[in-house]
């Protein structure tokens, strides 16, 4: 349906005989459909081109002490956006061209006017100020979508300096802004088969779609990402990169308990069929050789018997052992201060950390940091850790770092060594029972861990590389409290 409200023009001229003859021009304009006023103030006229009273202003080169040029640059200054076209008595192609660099859309001369020029003058000024509203409303949109986006939205050149991103940065990665602009998309790319990936297919295909790879925070911290990016070229010929970085680890680590859930109800029920299936044949040895310790006399065939005895014995008490970690731990929760638990886990490990000249470093916030725990069941459990990475370290140069942060609605708990790291085959395998790189080691420690993690609802990740390091990531609910600990952080030697 047409738009038939009238189109409000203002003529802003000091000179009233002027105004009629221009106006004129604009009434005589076949099918037209105006509402024309006059102001000879040039104070007035800033004041309603400031305010948007107005689709179009004709604006008099000279208007007394002052000029049409000025109040061009006082409107465009104020927030006019509406077309303005600037009315000079005589041709001047220097007022001409400042007038339309500063922003008119069209320069008259008054003696040269017709009824034509007028309009089709009014036709172009009012379509390109359709236009260029629309793209104005539509780089407003765009421009909140790029700025209020969670996910990191990023401009670079071809050799992928960024040349603008979003403020999602510096809540996905630890940077800011002015931070990111110094840097180049791979700087934060972790391994270089991803970063010679992403280069080449840009380069080559011209993009790259649903990438999956690993970001490294300005903290240190791994972030696993999914990158989308697509190389194009403007007007001029100038080529850039636009893309999206959206943050999947949440995803990739509730995967990753899933699968361990999963893993360990399996392992649970083989655990519990196997035992089963053993015990009874098993039982019936013990009882028999029991039976026949009576009747036997000879010493030698007792020392069989013996050993058959042990041994049974032996294996009696590995099924035992293997049902407990696999087997939901039955814990008692009540809302507990992780400071204080952990402080027990160092007093308990204090010796070990002493004996291998091992530097400790403890980080926690000044608040109370409080979550459901059964105190012994998770005193034991972190303390399977903290062995393990003591246990990891070279004397004389090992670092462990224990750290304790608020993270949304979790309390997470970092426990970090220098030590010699586990490859990426055996991550998987570390809470499978009886997995286990140690020599006399039995591999149910961390099977026990994670049982009894599970049963306080919290989620663990390990990270690590070899020769280098582990870390273990463990988010527990939080749960709120008020009051303050005074703990902040402590390093021992």
């Known amino acids: 349906m047409p738009n038939t409200r009238k189109k409000k023009i203002l003529i802003v001229d000091d000179d009233e005989d002027d105004f009629i003859i221009t106006s004129g021009y604009i009434r005589h304009i076949p099918g037209g459909n105006f509402e024309i006023e006059w102001c000879p103030k040039y104070k007035d006229a800033l004041q309603k081109m400031a305010a948007h009273e107005f689709d179009l202003y004709f604006v008099d080169y000279r208007l007394g002490a002052r000029s049409g040029v000025e109040l061009l640059k006082e409107a465009l200054d104020a927030g006019c956006e509406e077309p303005i076209i600037l009315l000079t008595g005589k041709g001047n192609y220097e007022v001409d061209i400042e007038a339309m660099q500063i922003g008119a859309v069209d320069y008259l001369i008054k003696s040269d006017l017709t009824i034509e020029k007028m309009e089709r003058c009014i036709r172009y000024a009012l379509e390109r100020f359709a236009t260029l509203k629309a793209l104005r409303a539509n780089e407003r949109k765009y421009r909140s979508i790029f700025e209020k986006s969670k996910d990191l939205v990023f401009l670079t050149d071809e050799s992928l300096d960024f040349k603008d991103v979003n403020d999602a940065g510096f809540l996905l990665l630890g940077y800011t802004k002015a931070e990111l602009l110094q840097m180049n998309l791979c700087d934060l790319v972790e391994q270089e088969a991803h970063r010679e990936f992403i280069f080449q297919s840009l380069a080559y295909k011209k993009e790259v779609n649903d990438r999956e790879v690993v970001l490294v925070s300005k903290d240190g911290e791994r972030k696993s990402c999914m990158i989308t990016a697509k190389q194009e070229d403007d007007p001029s010929g100038f080529s850039f990169v636009q893309g999206i970085v959206h943050d999947i680890t949440n995803l990739r680590r509730m995967e990753k308990a899933t699968l361990q859930g ?232």
Do not use: W
Not at 446 to 465: D, P, R
């Open 262 to 493: 999963e893993k360990l109800a399996a392992t649970g029920r083989l655990v519990r069929t196997l035992a089963h299936e053993v015990r009874n044949p098993l039982n019936n040895i013990t009882l028999s050789v029991e039976q026949m310790q009576h009747d036997v006399q000879d010493e030698g065939i007792k020392v069989y018997m013996d050993i058959i005895q042990r041994n049974s014995k032996r294996i009696s008490d590995l099924i035992s052992q293997l049902l407990h970690t696999s087997r939901p731990s039955e814990i008692t929760l009540e809302q507990r201060f992780i400071q204080s638990i952990l402080d027990e886990v160092i007093d308990a490990s204090i010796d070990r950390i002493t004996l291998k000249k091992i530097k400790l470093k403890v980080n926690y916030p000044d608040e109370a940091v409080m979550i459901d725990a059964d105190d012994e069941k998770l005193k034991l459990a972190l303390l399977n850790i903290v062995i393990n990475a003591i246990e990891a370290m070279e004397e004389g140069r090992g670092e462990l770092e224990i750290s304790v942060y608020r993270e949304a609605e979790q309390v997470m708990l970092v426990i970090e060594d220098n030590g010699c790291g586990i490859s990426e085959e055996n991550i998987s395998r570390l809470f499978e029972p009886y997995f286990t790189q140690k020599r006399n080691g039995m591999g149910l420690g961390l099977a026990f861990t994670l049982n009894i993690l599970q049963s306080h609802k919290a989620g663990i990740e390990v990270s690590s590389k070899e020769g280098e390091g582990t870390r273990f990531m463990v988010g527990f609910p939080a749960v709120t409290v008020t009051g303050g600990t005074g703990i902040s952080s402590v390093e021992a030697e």
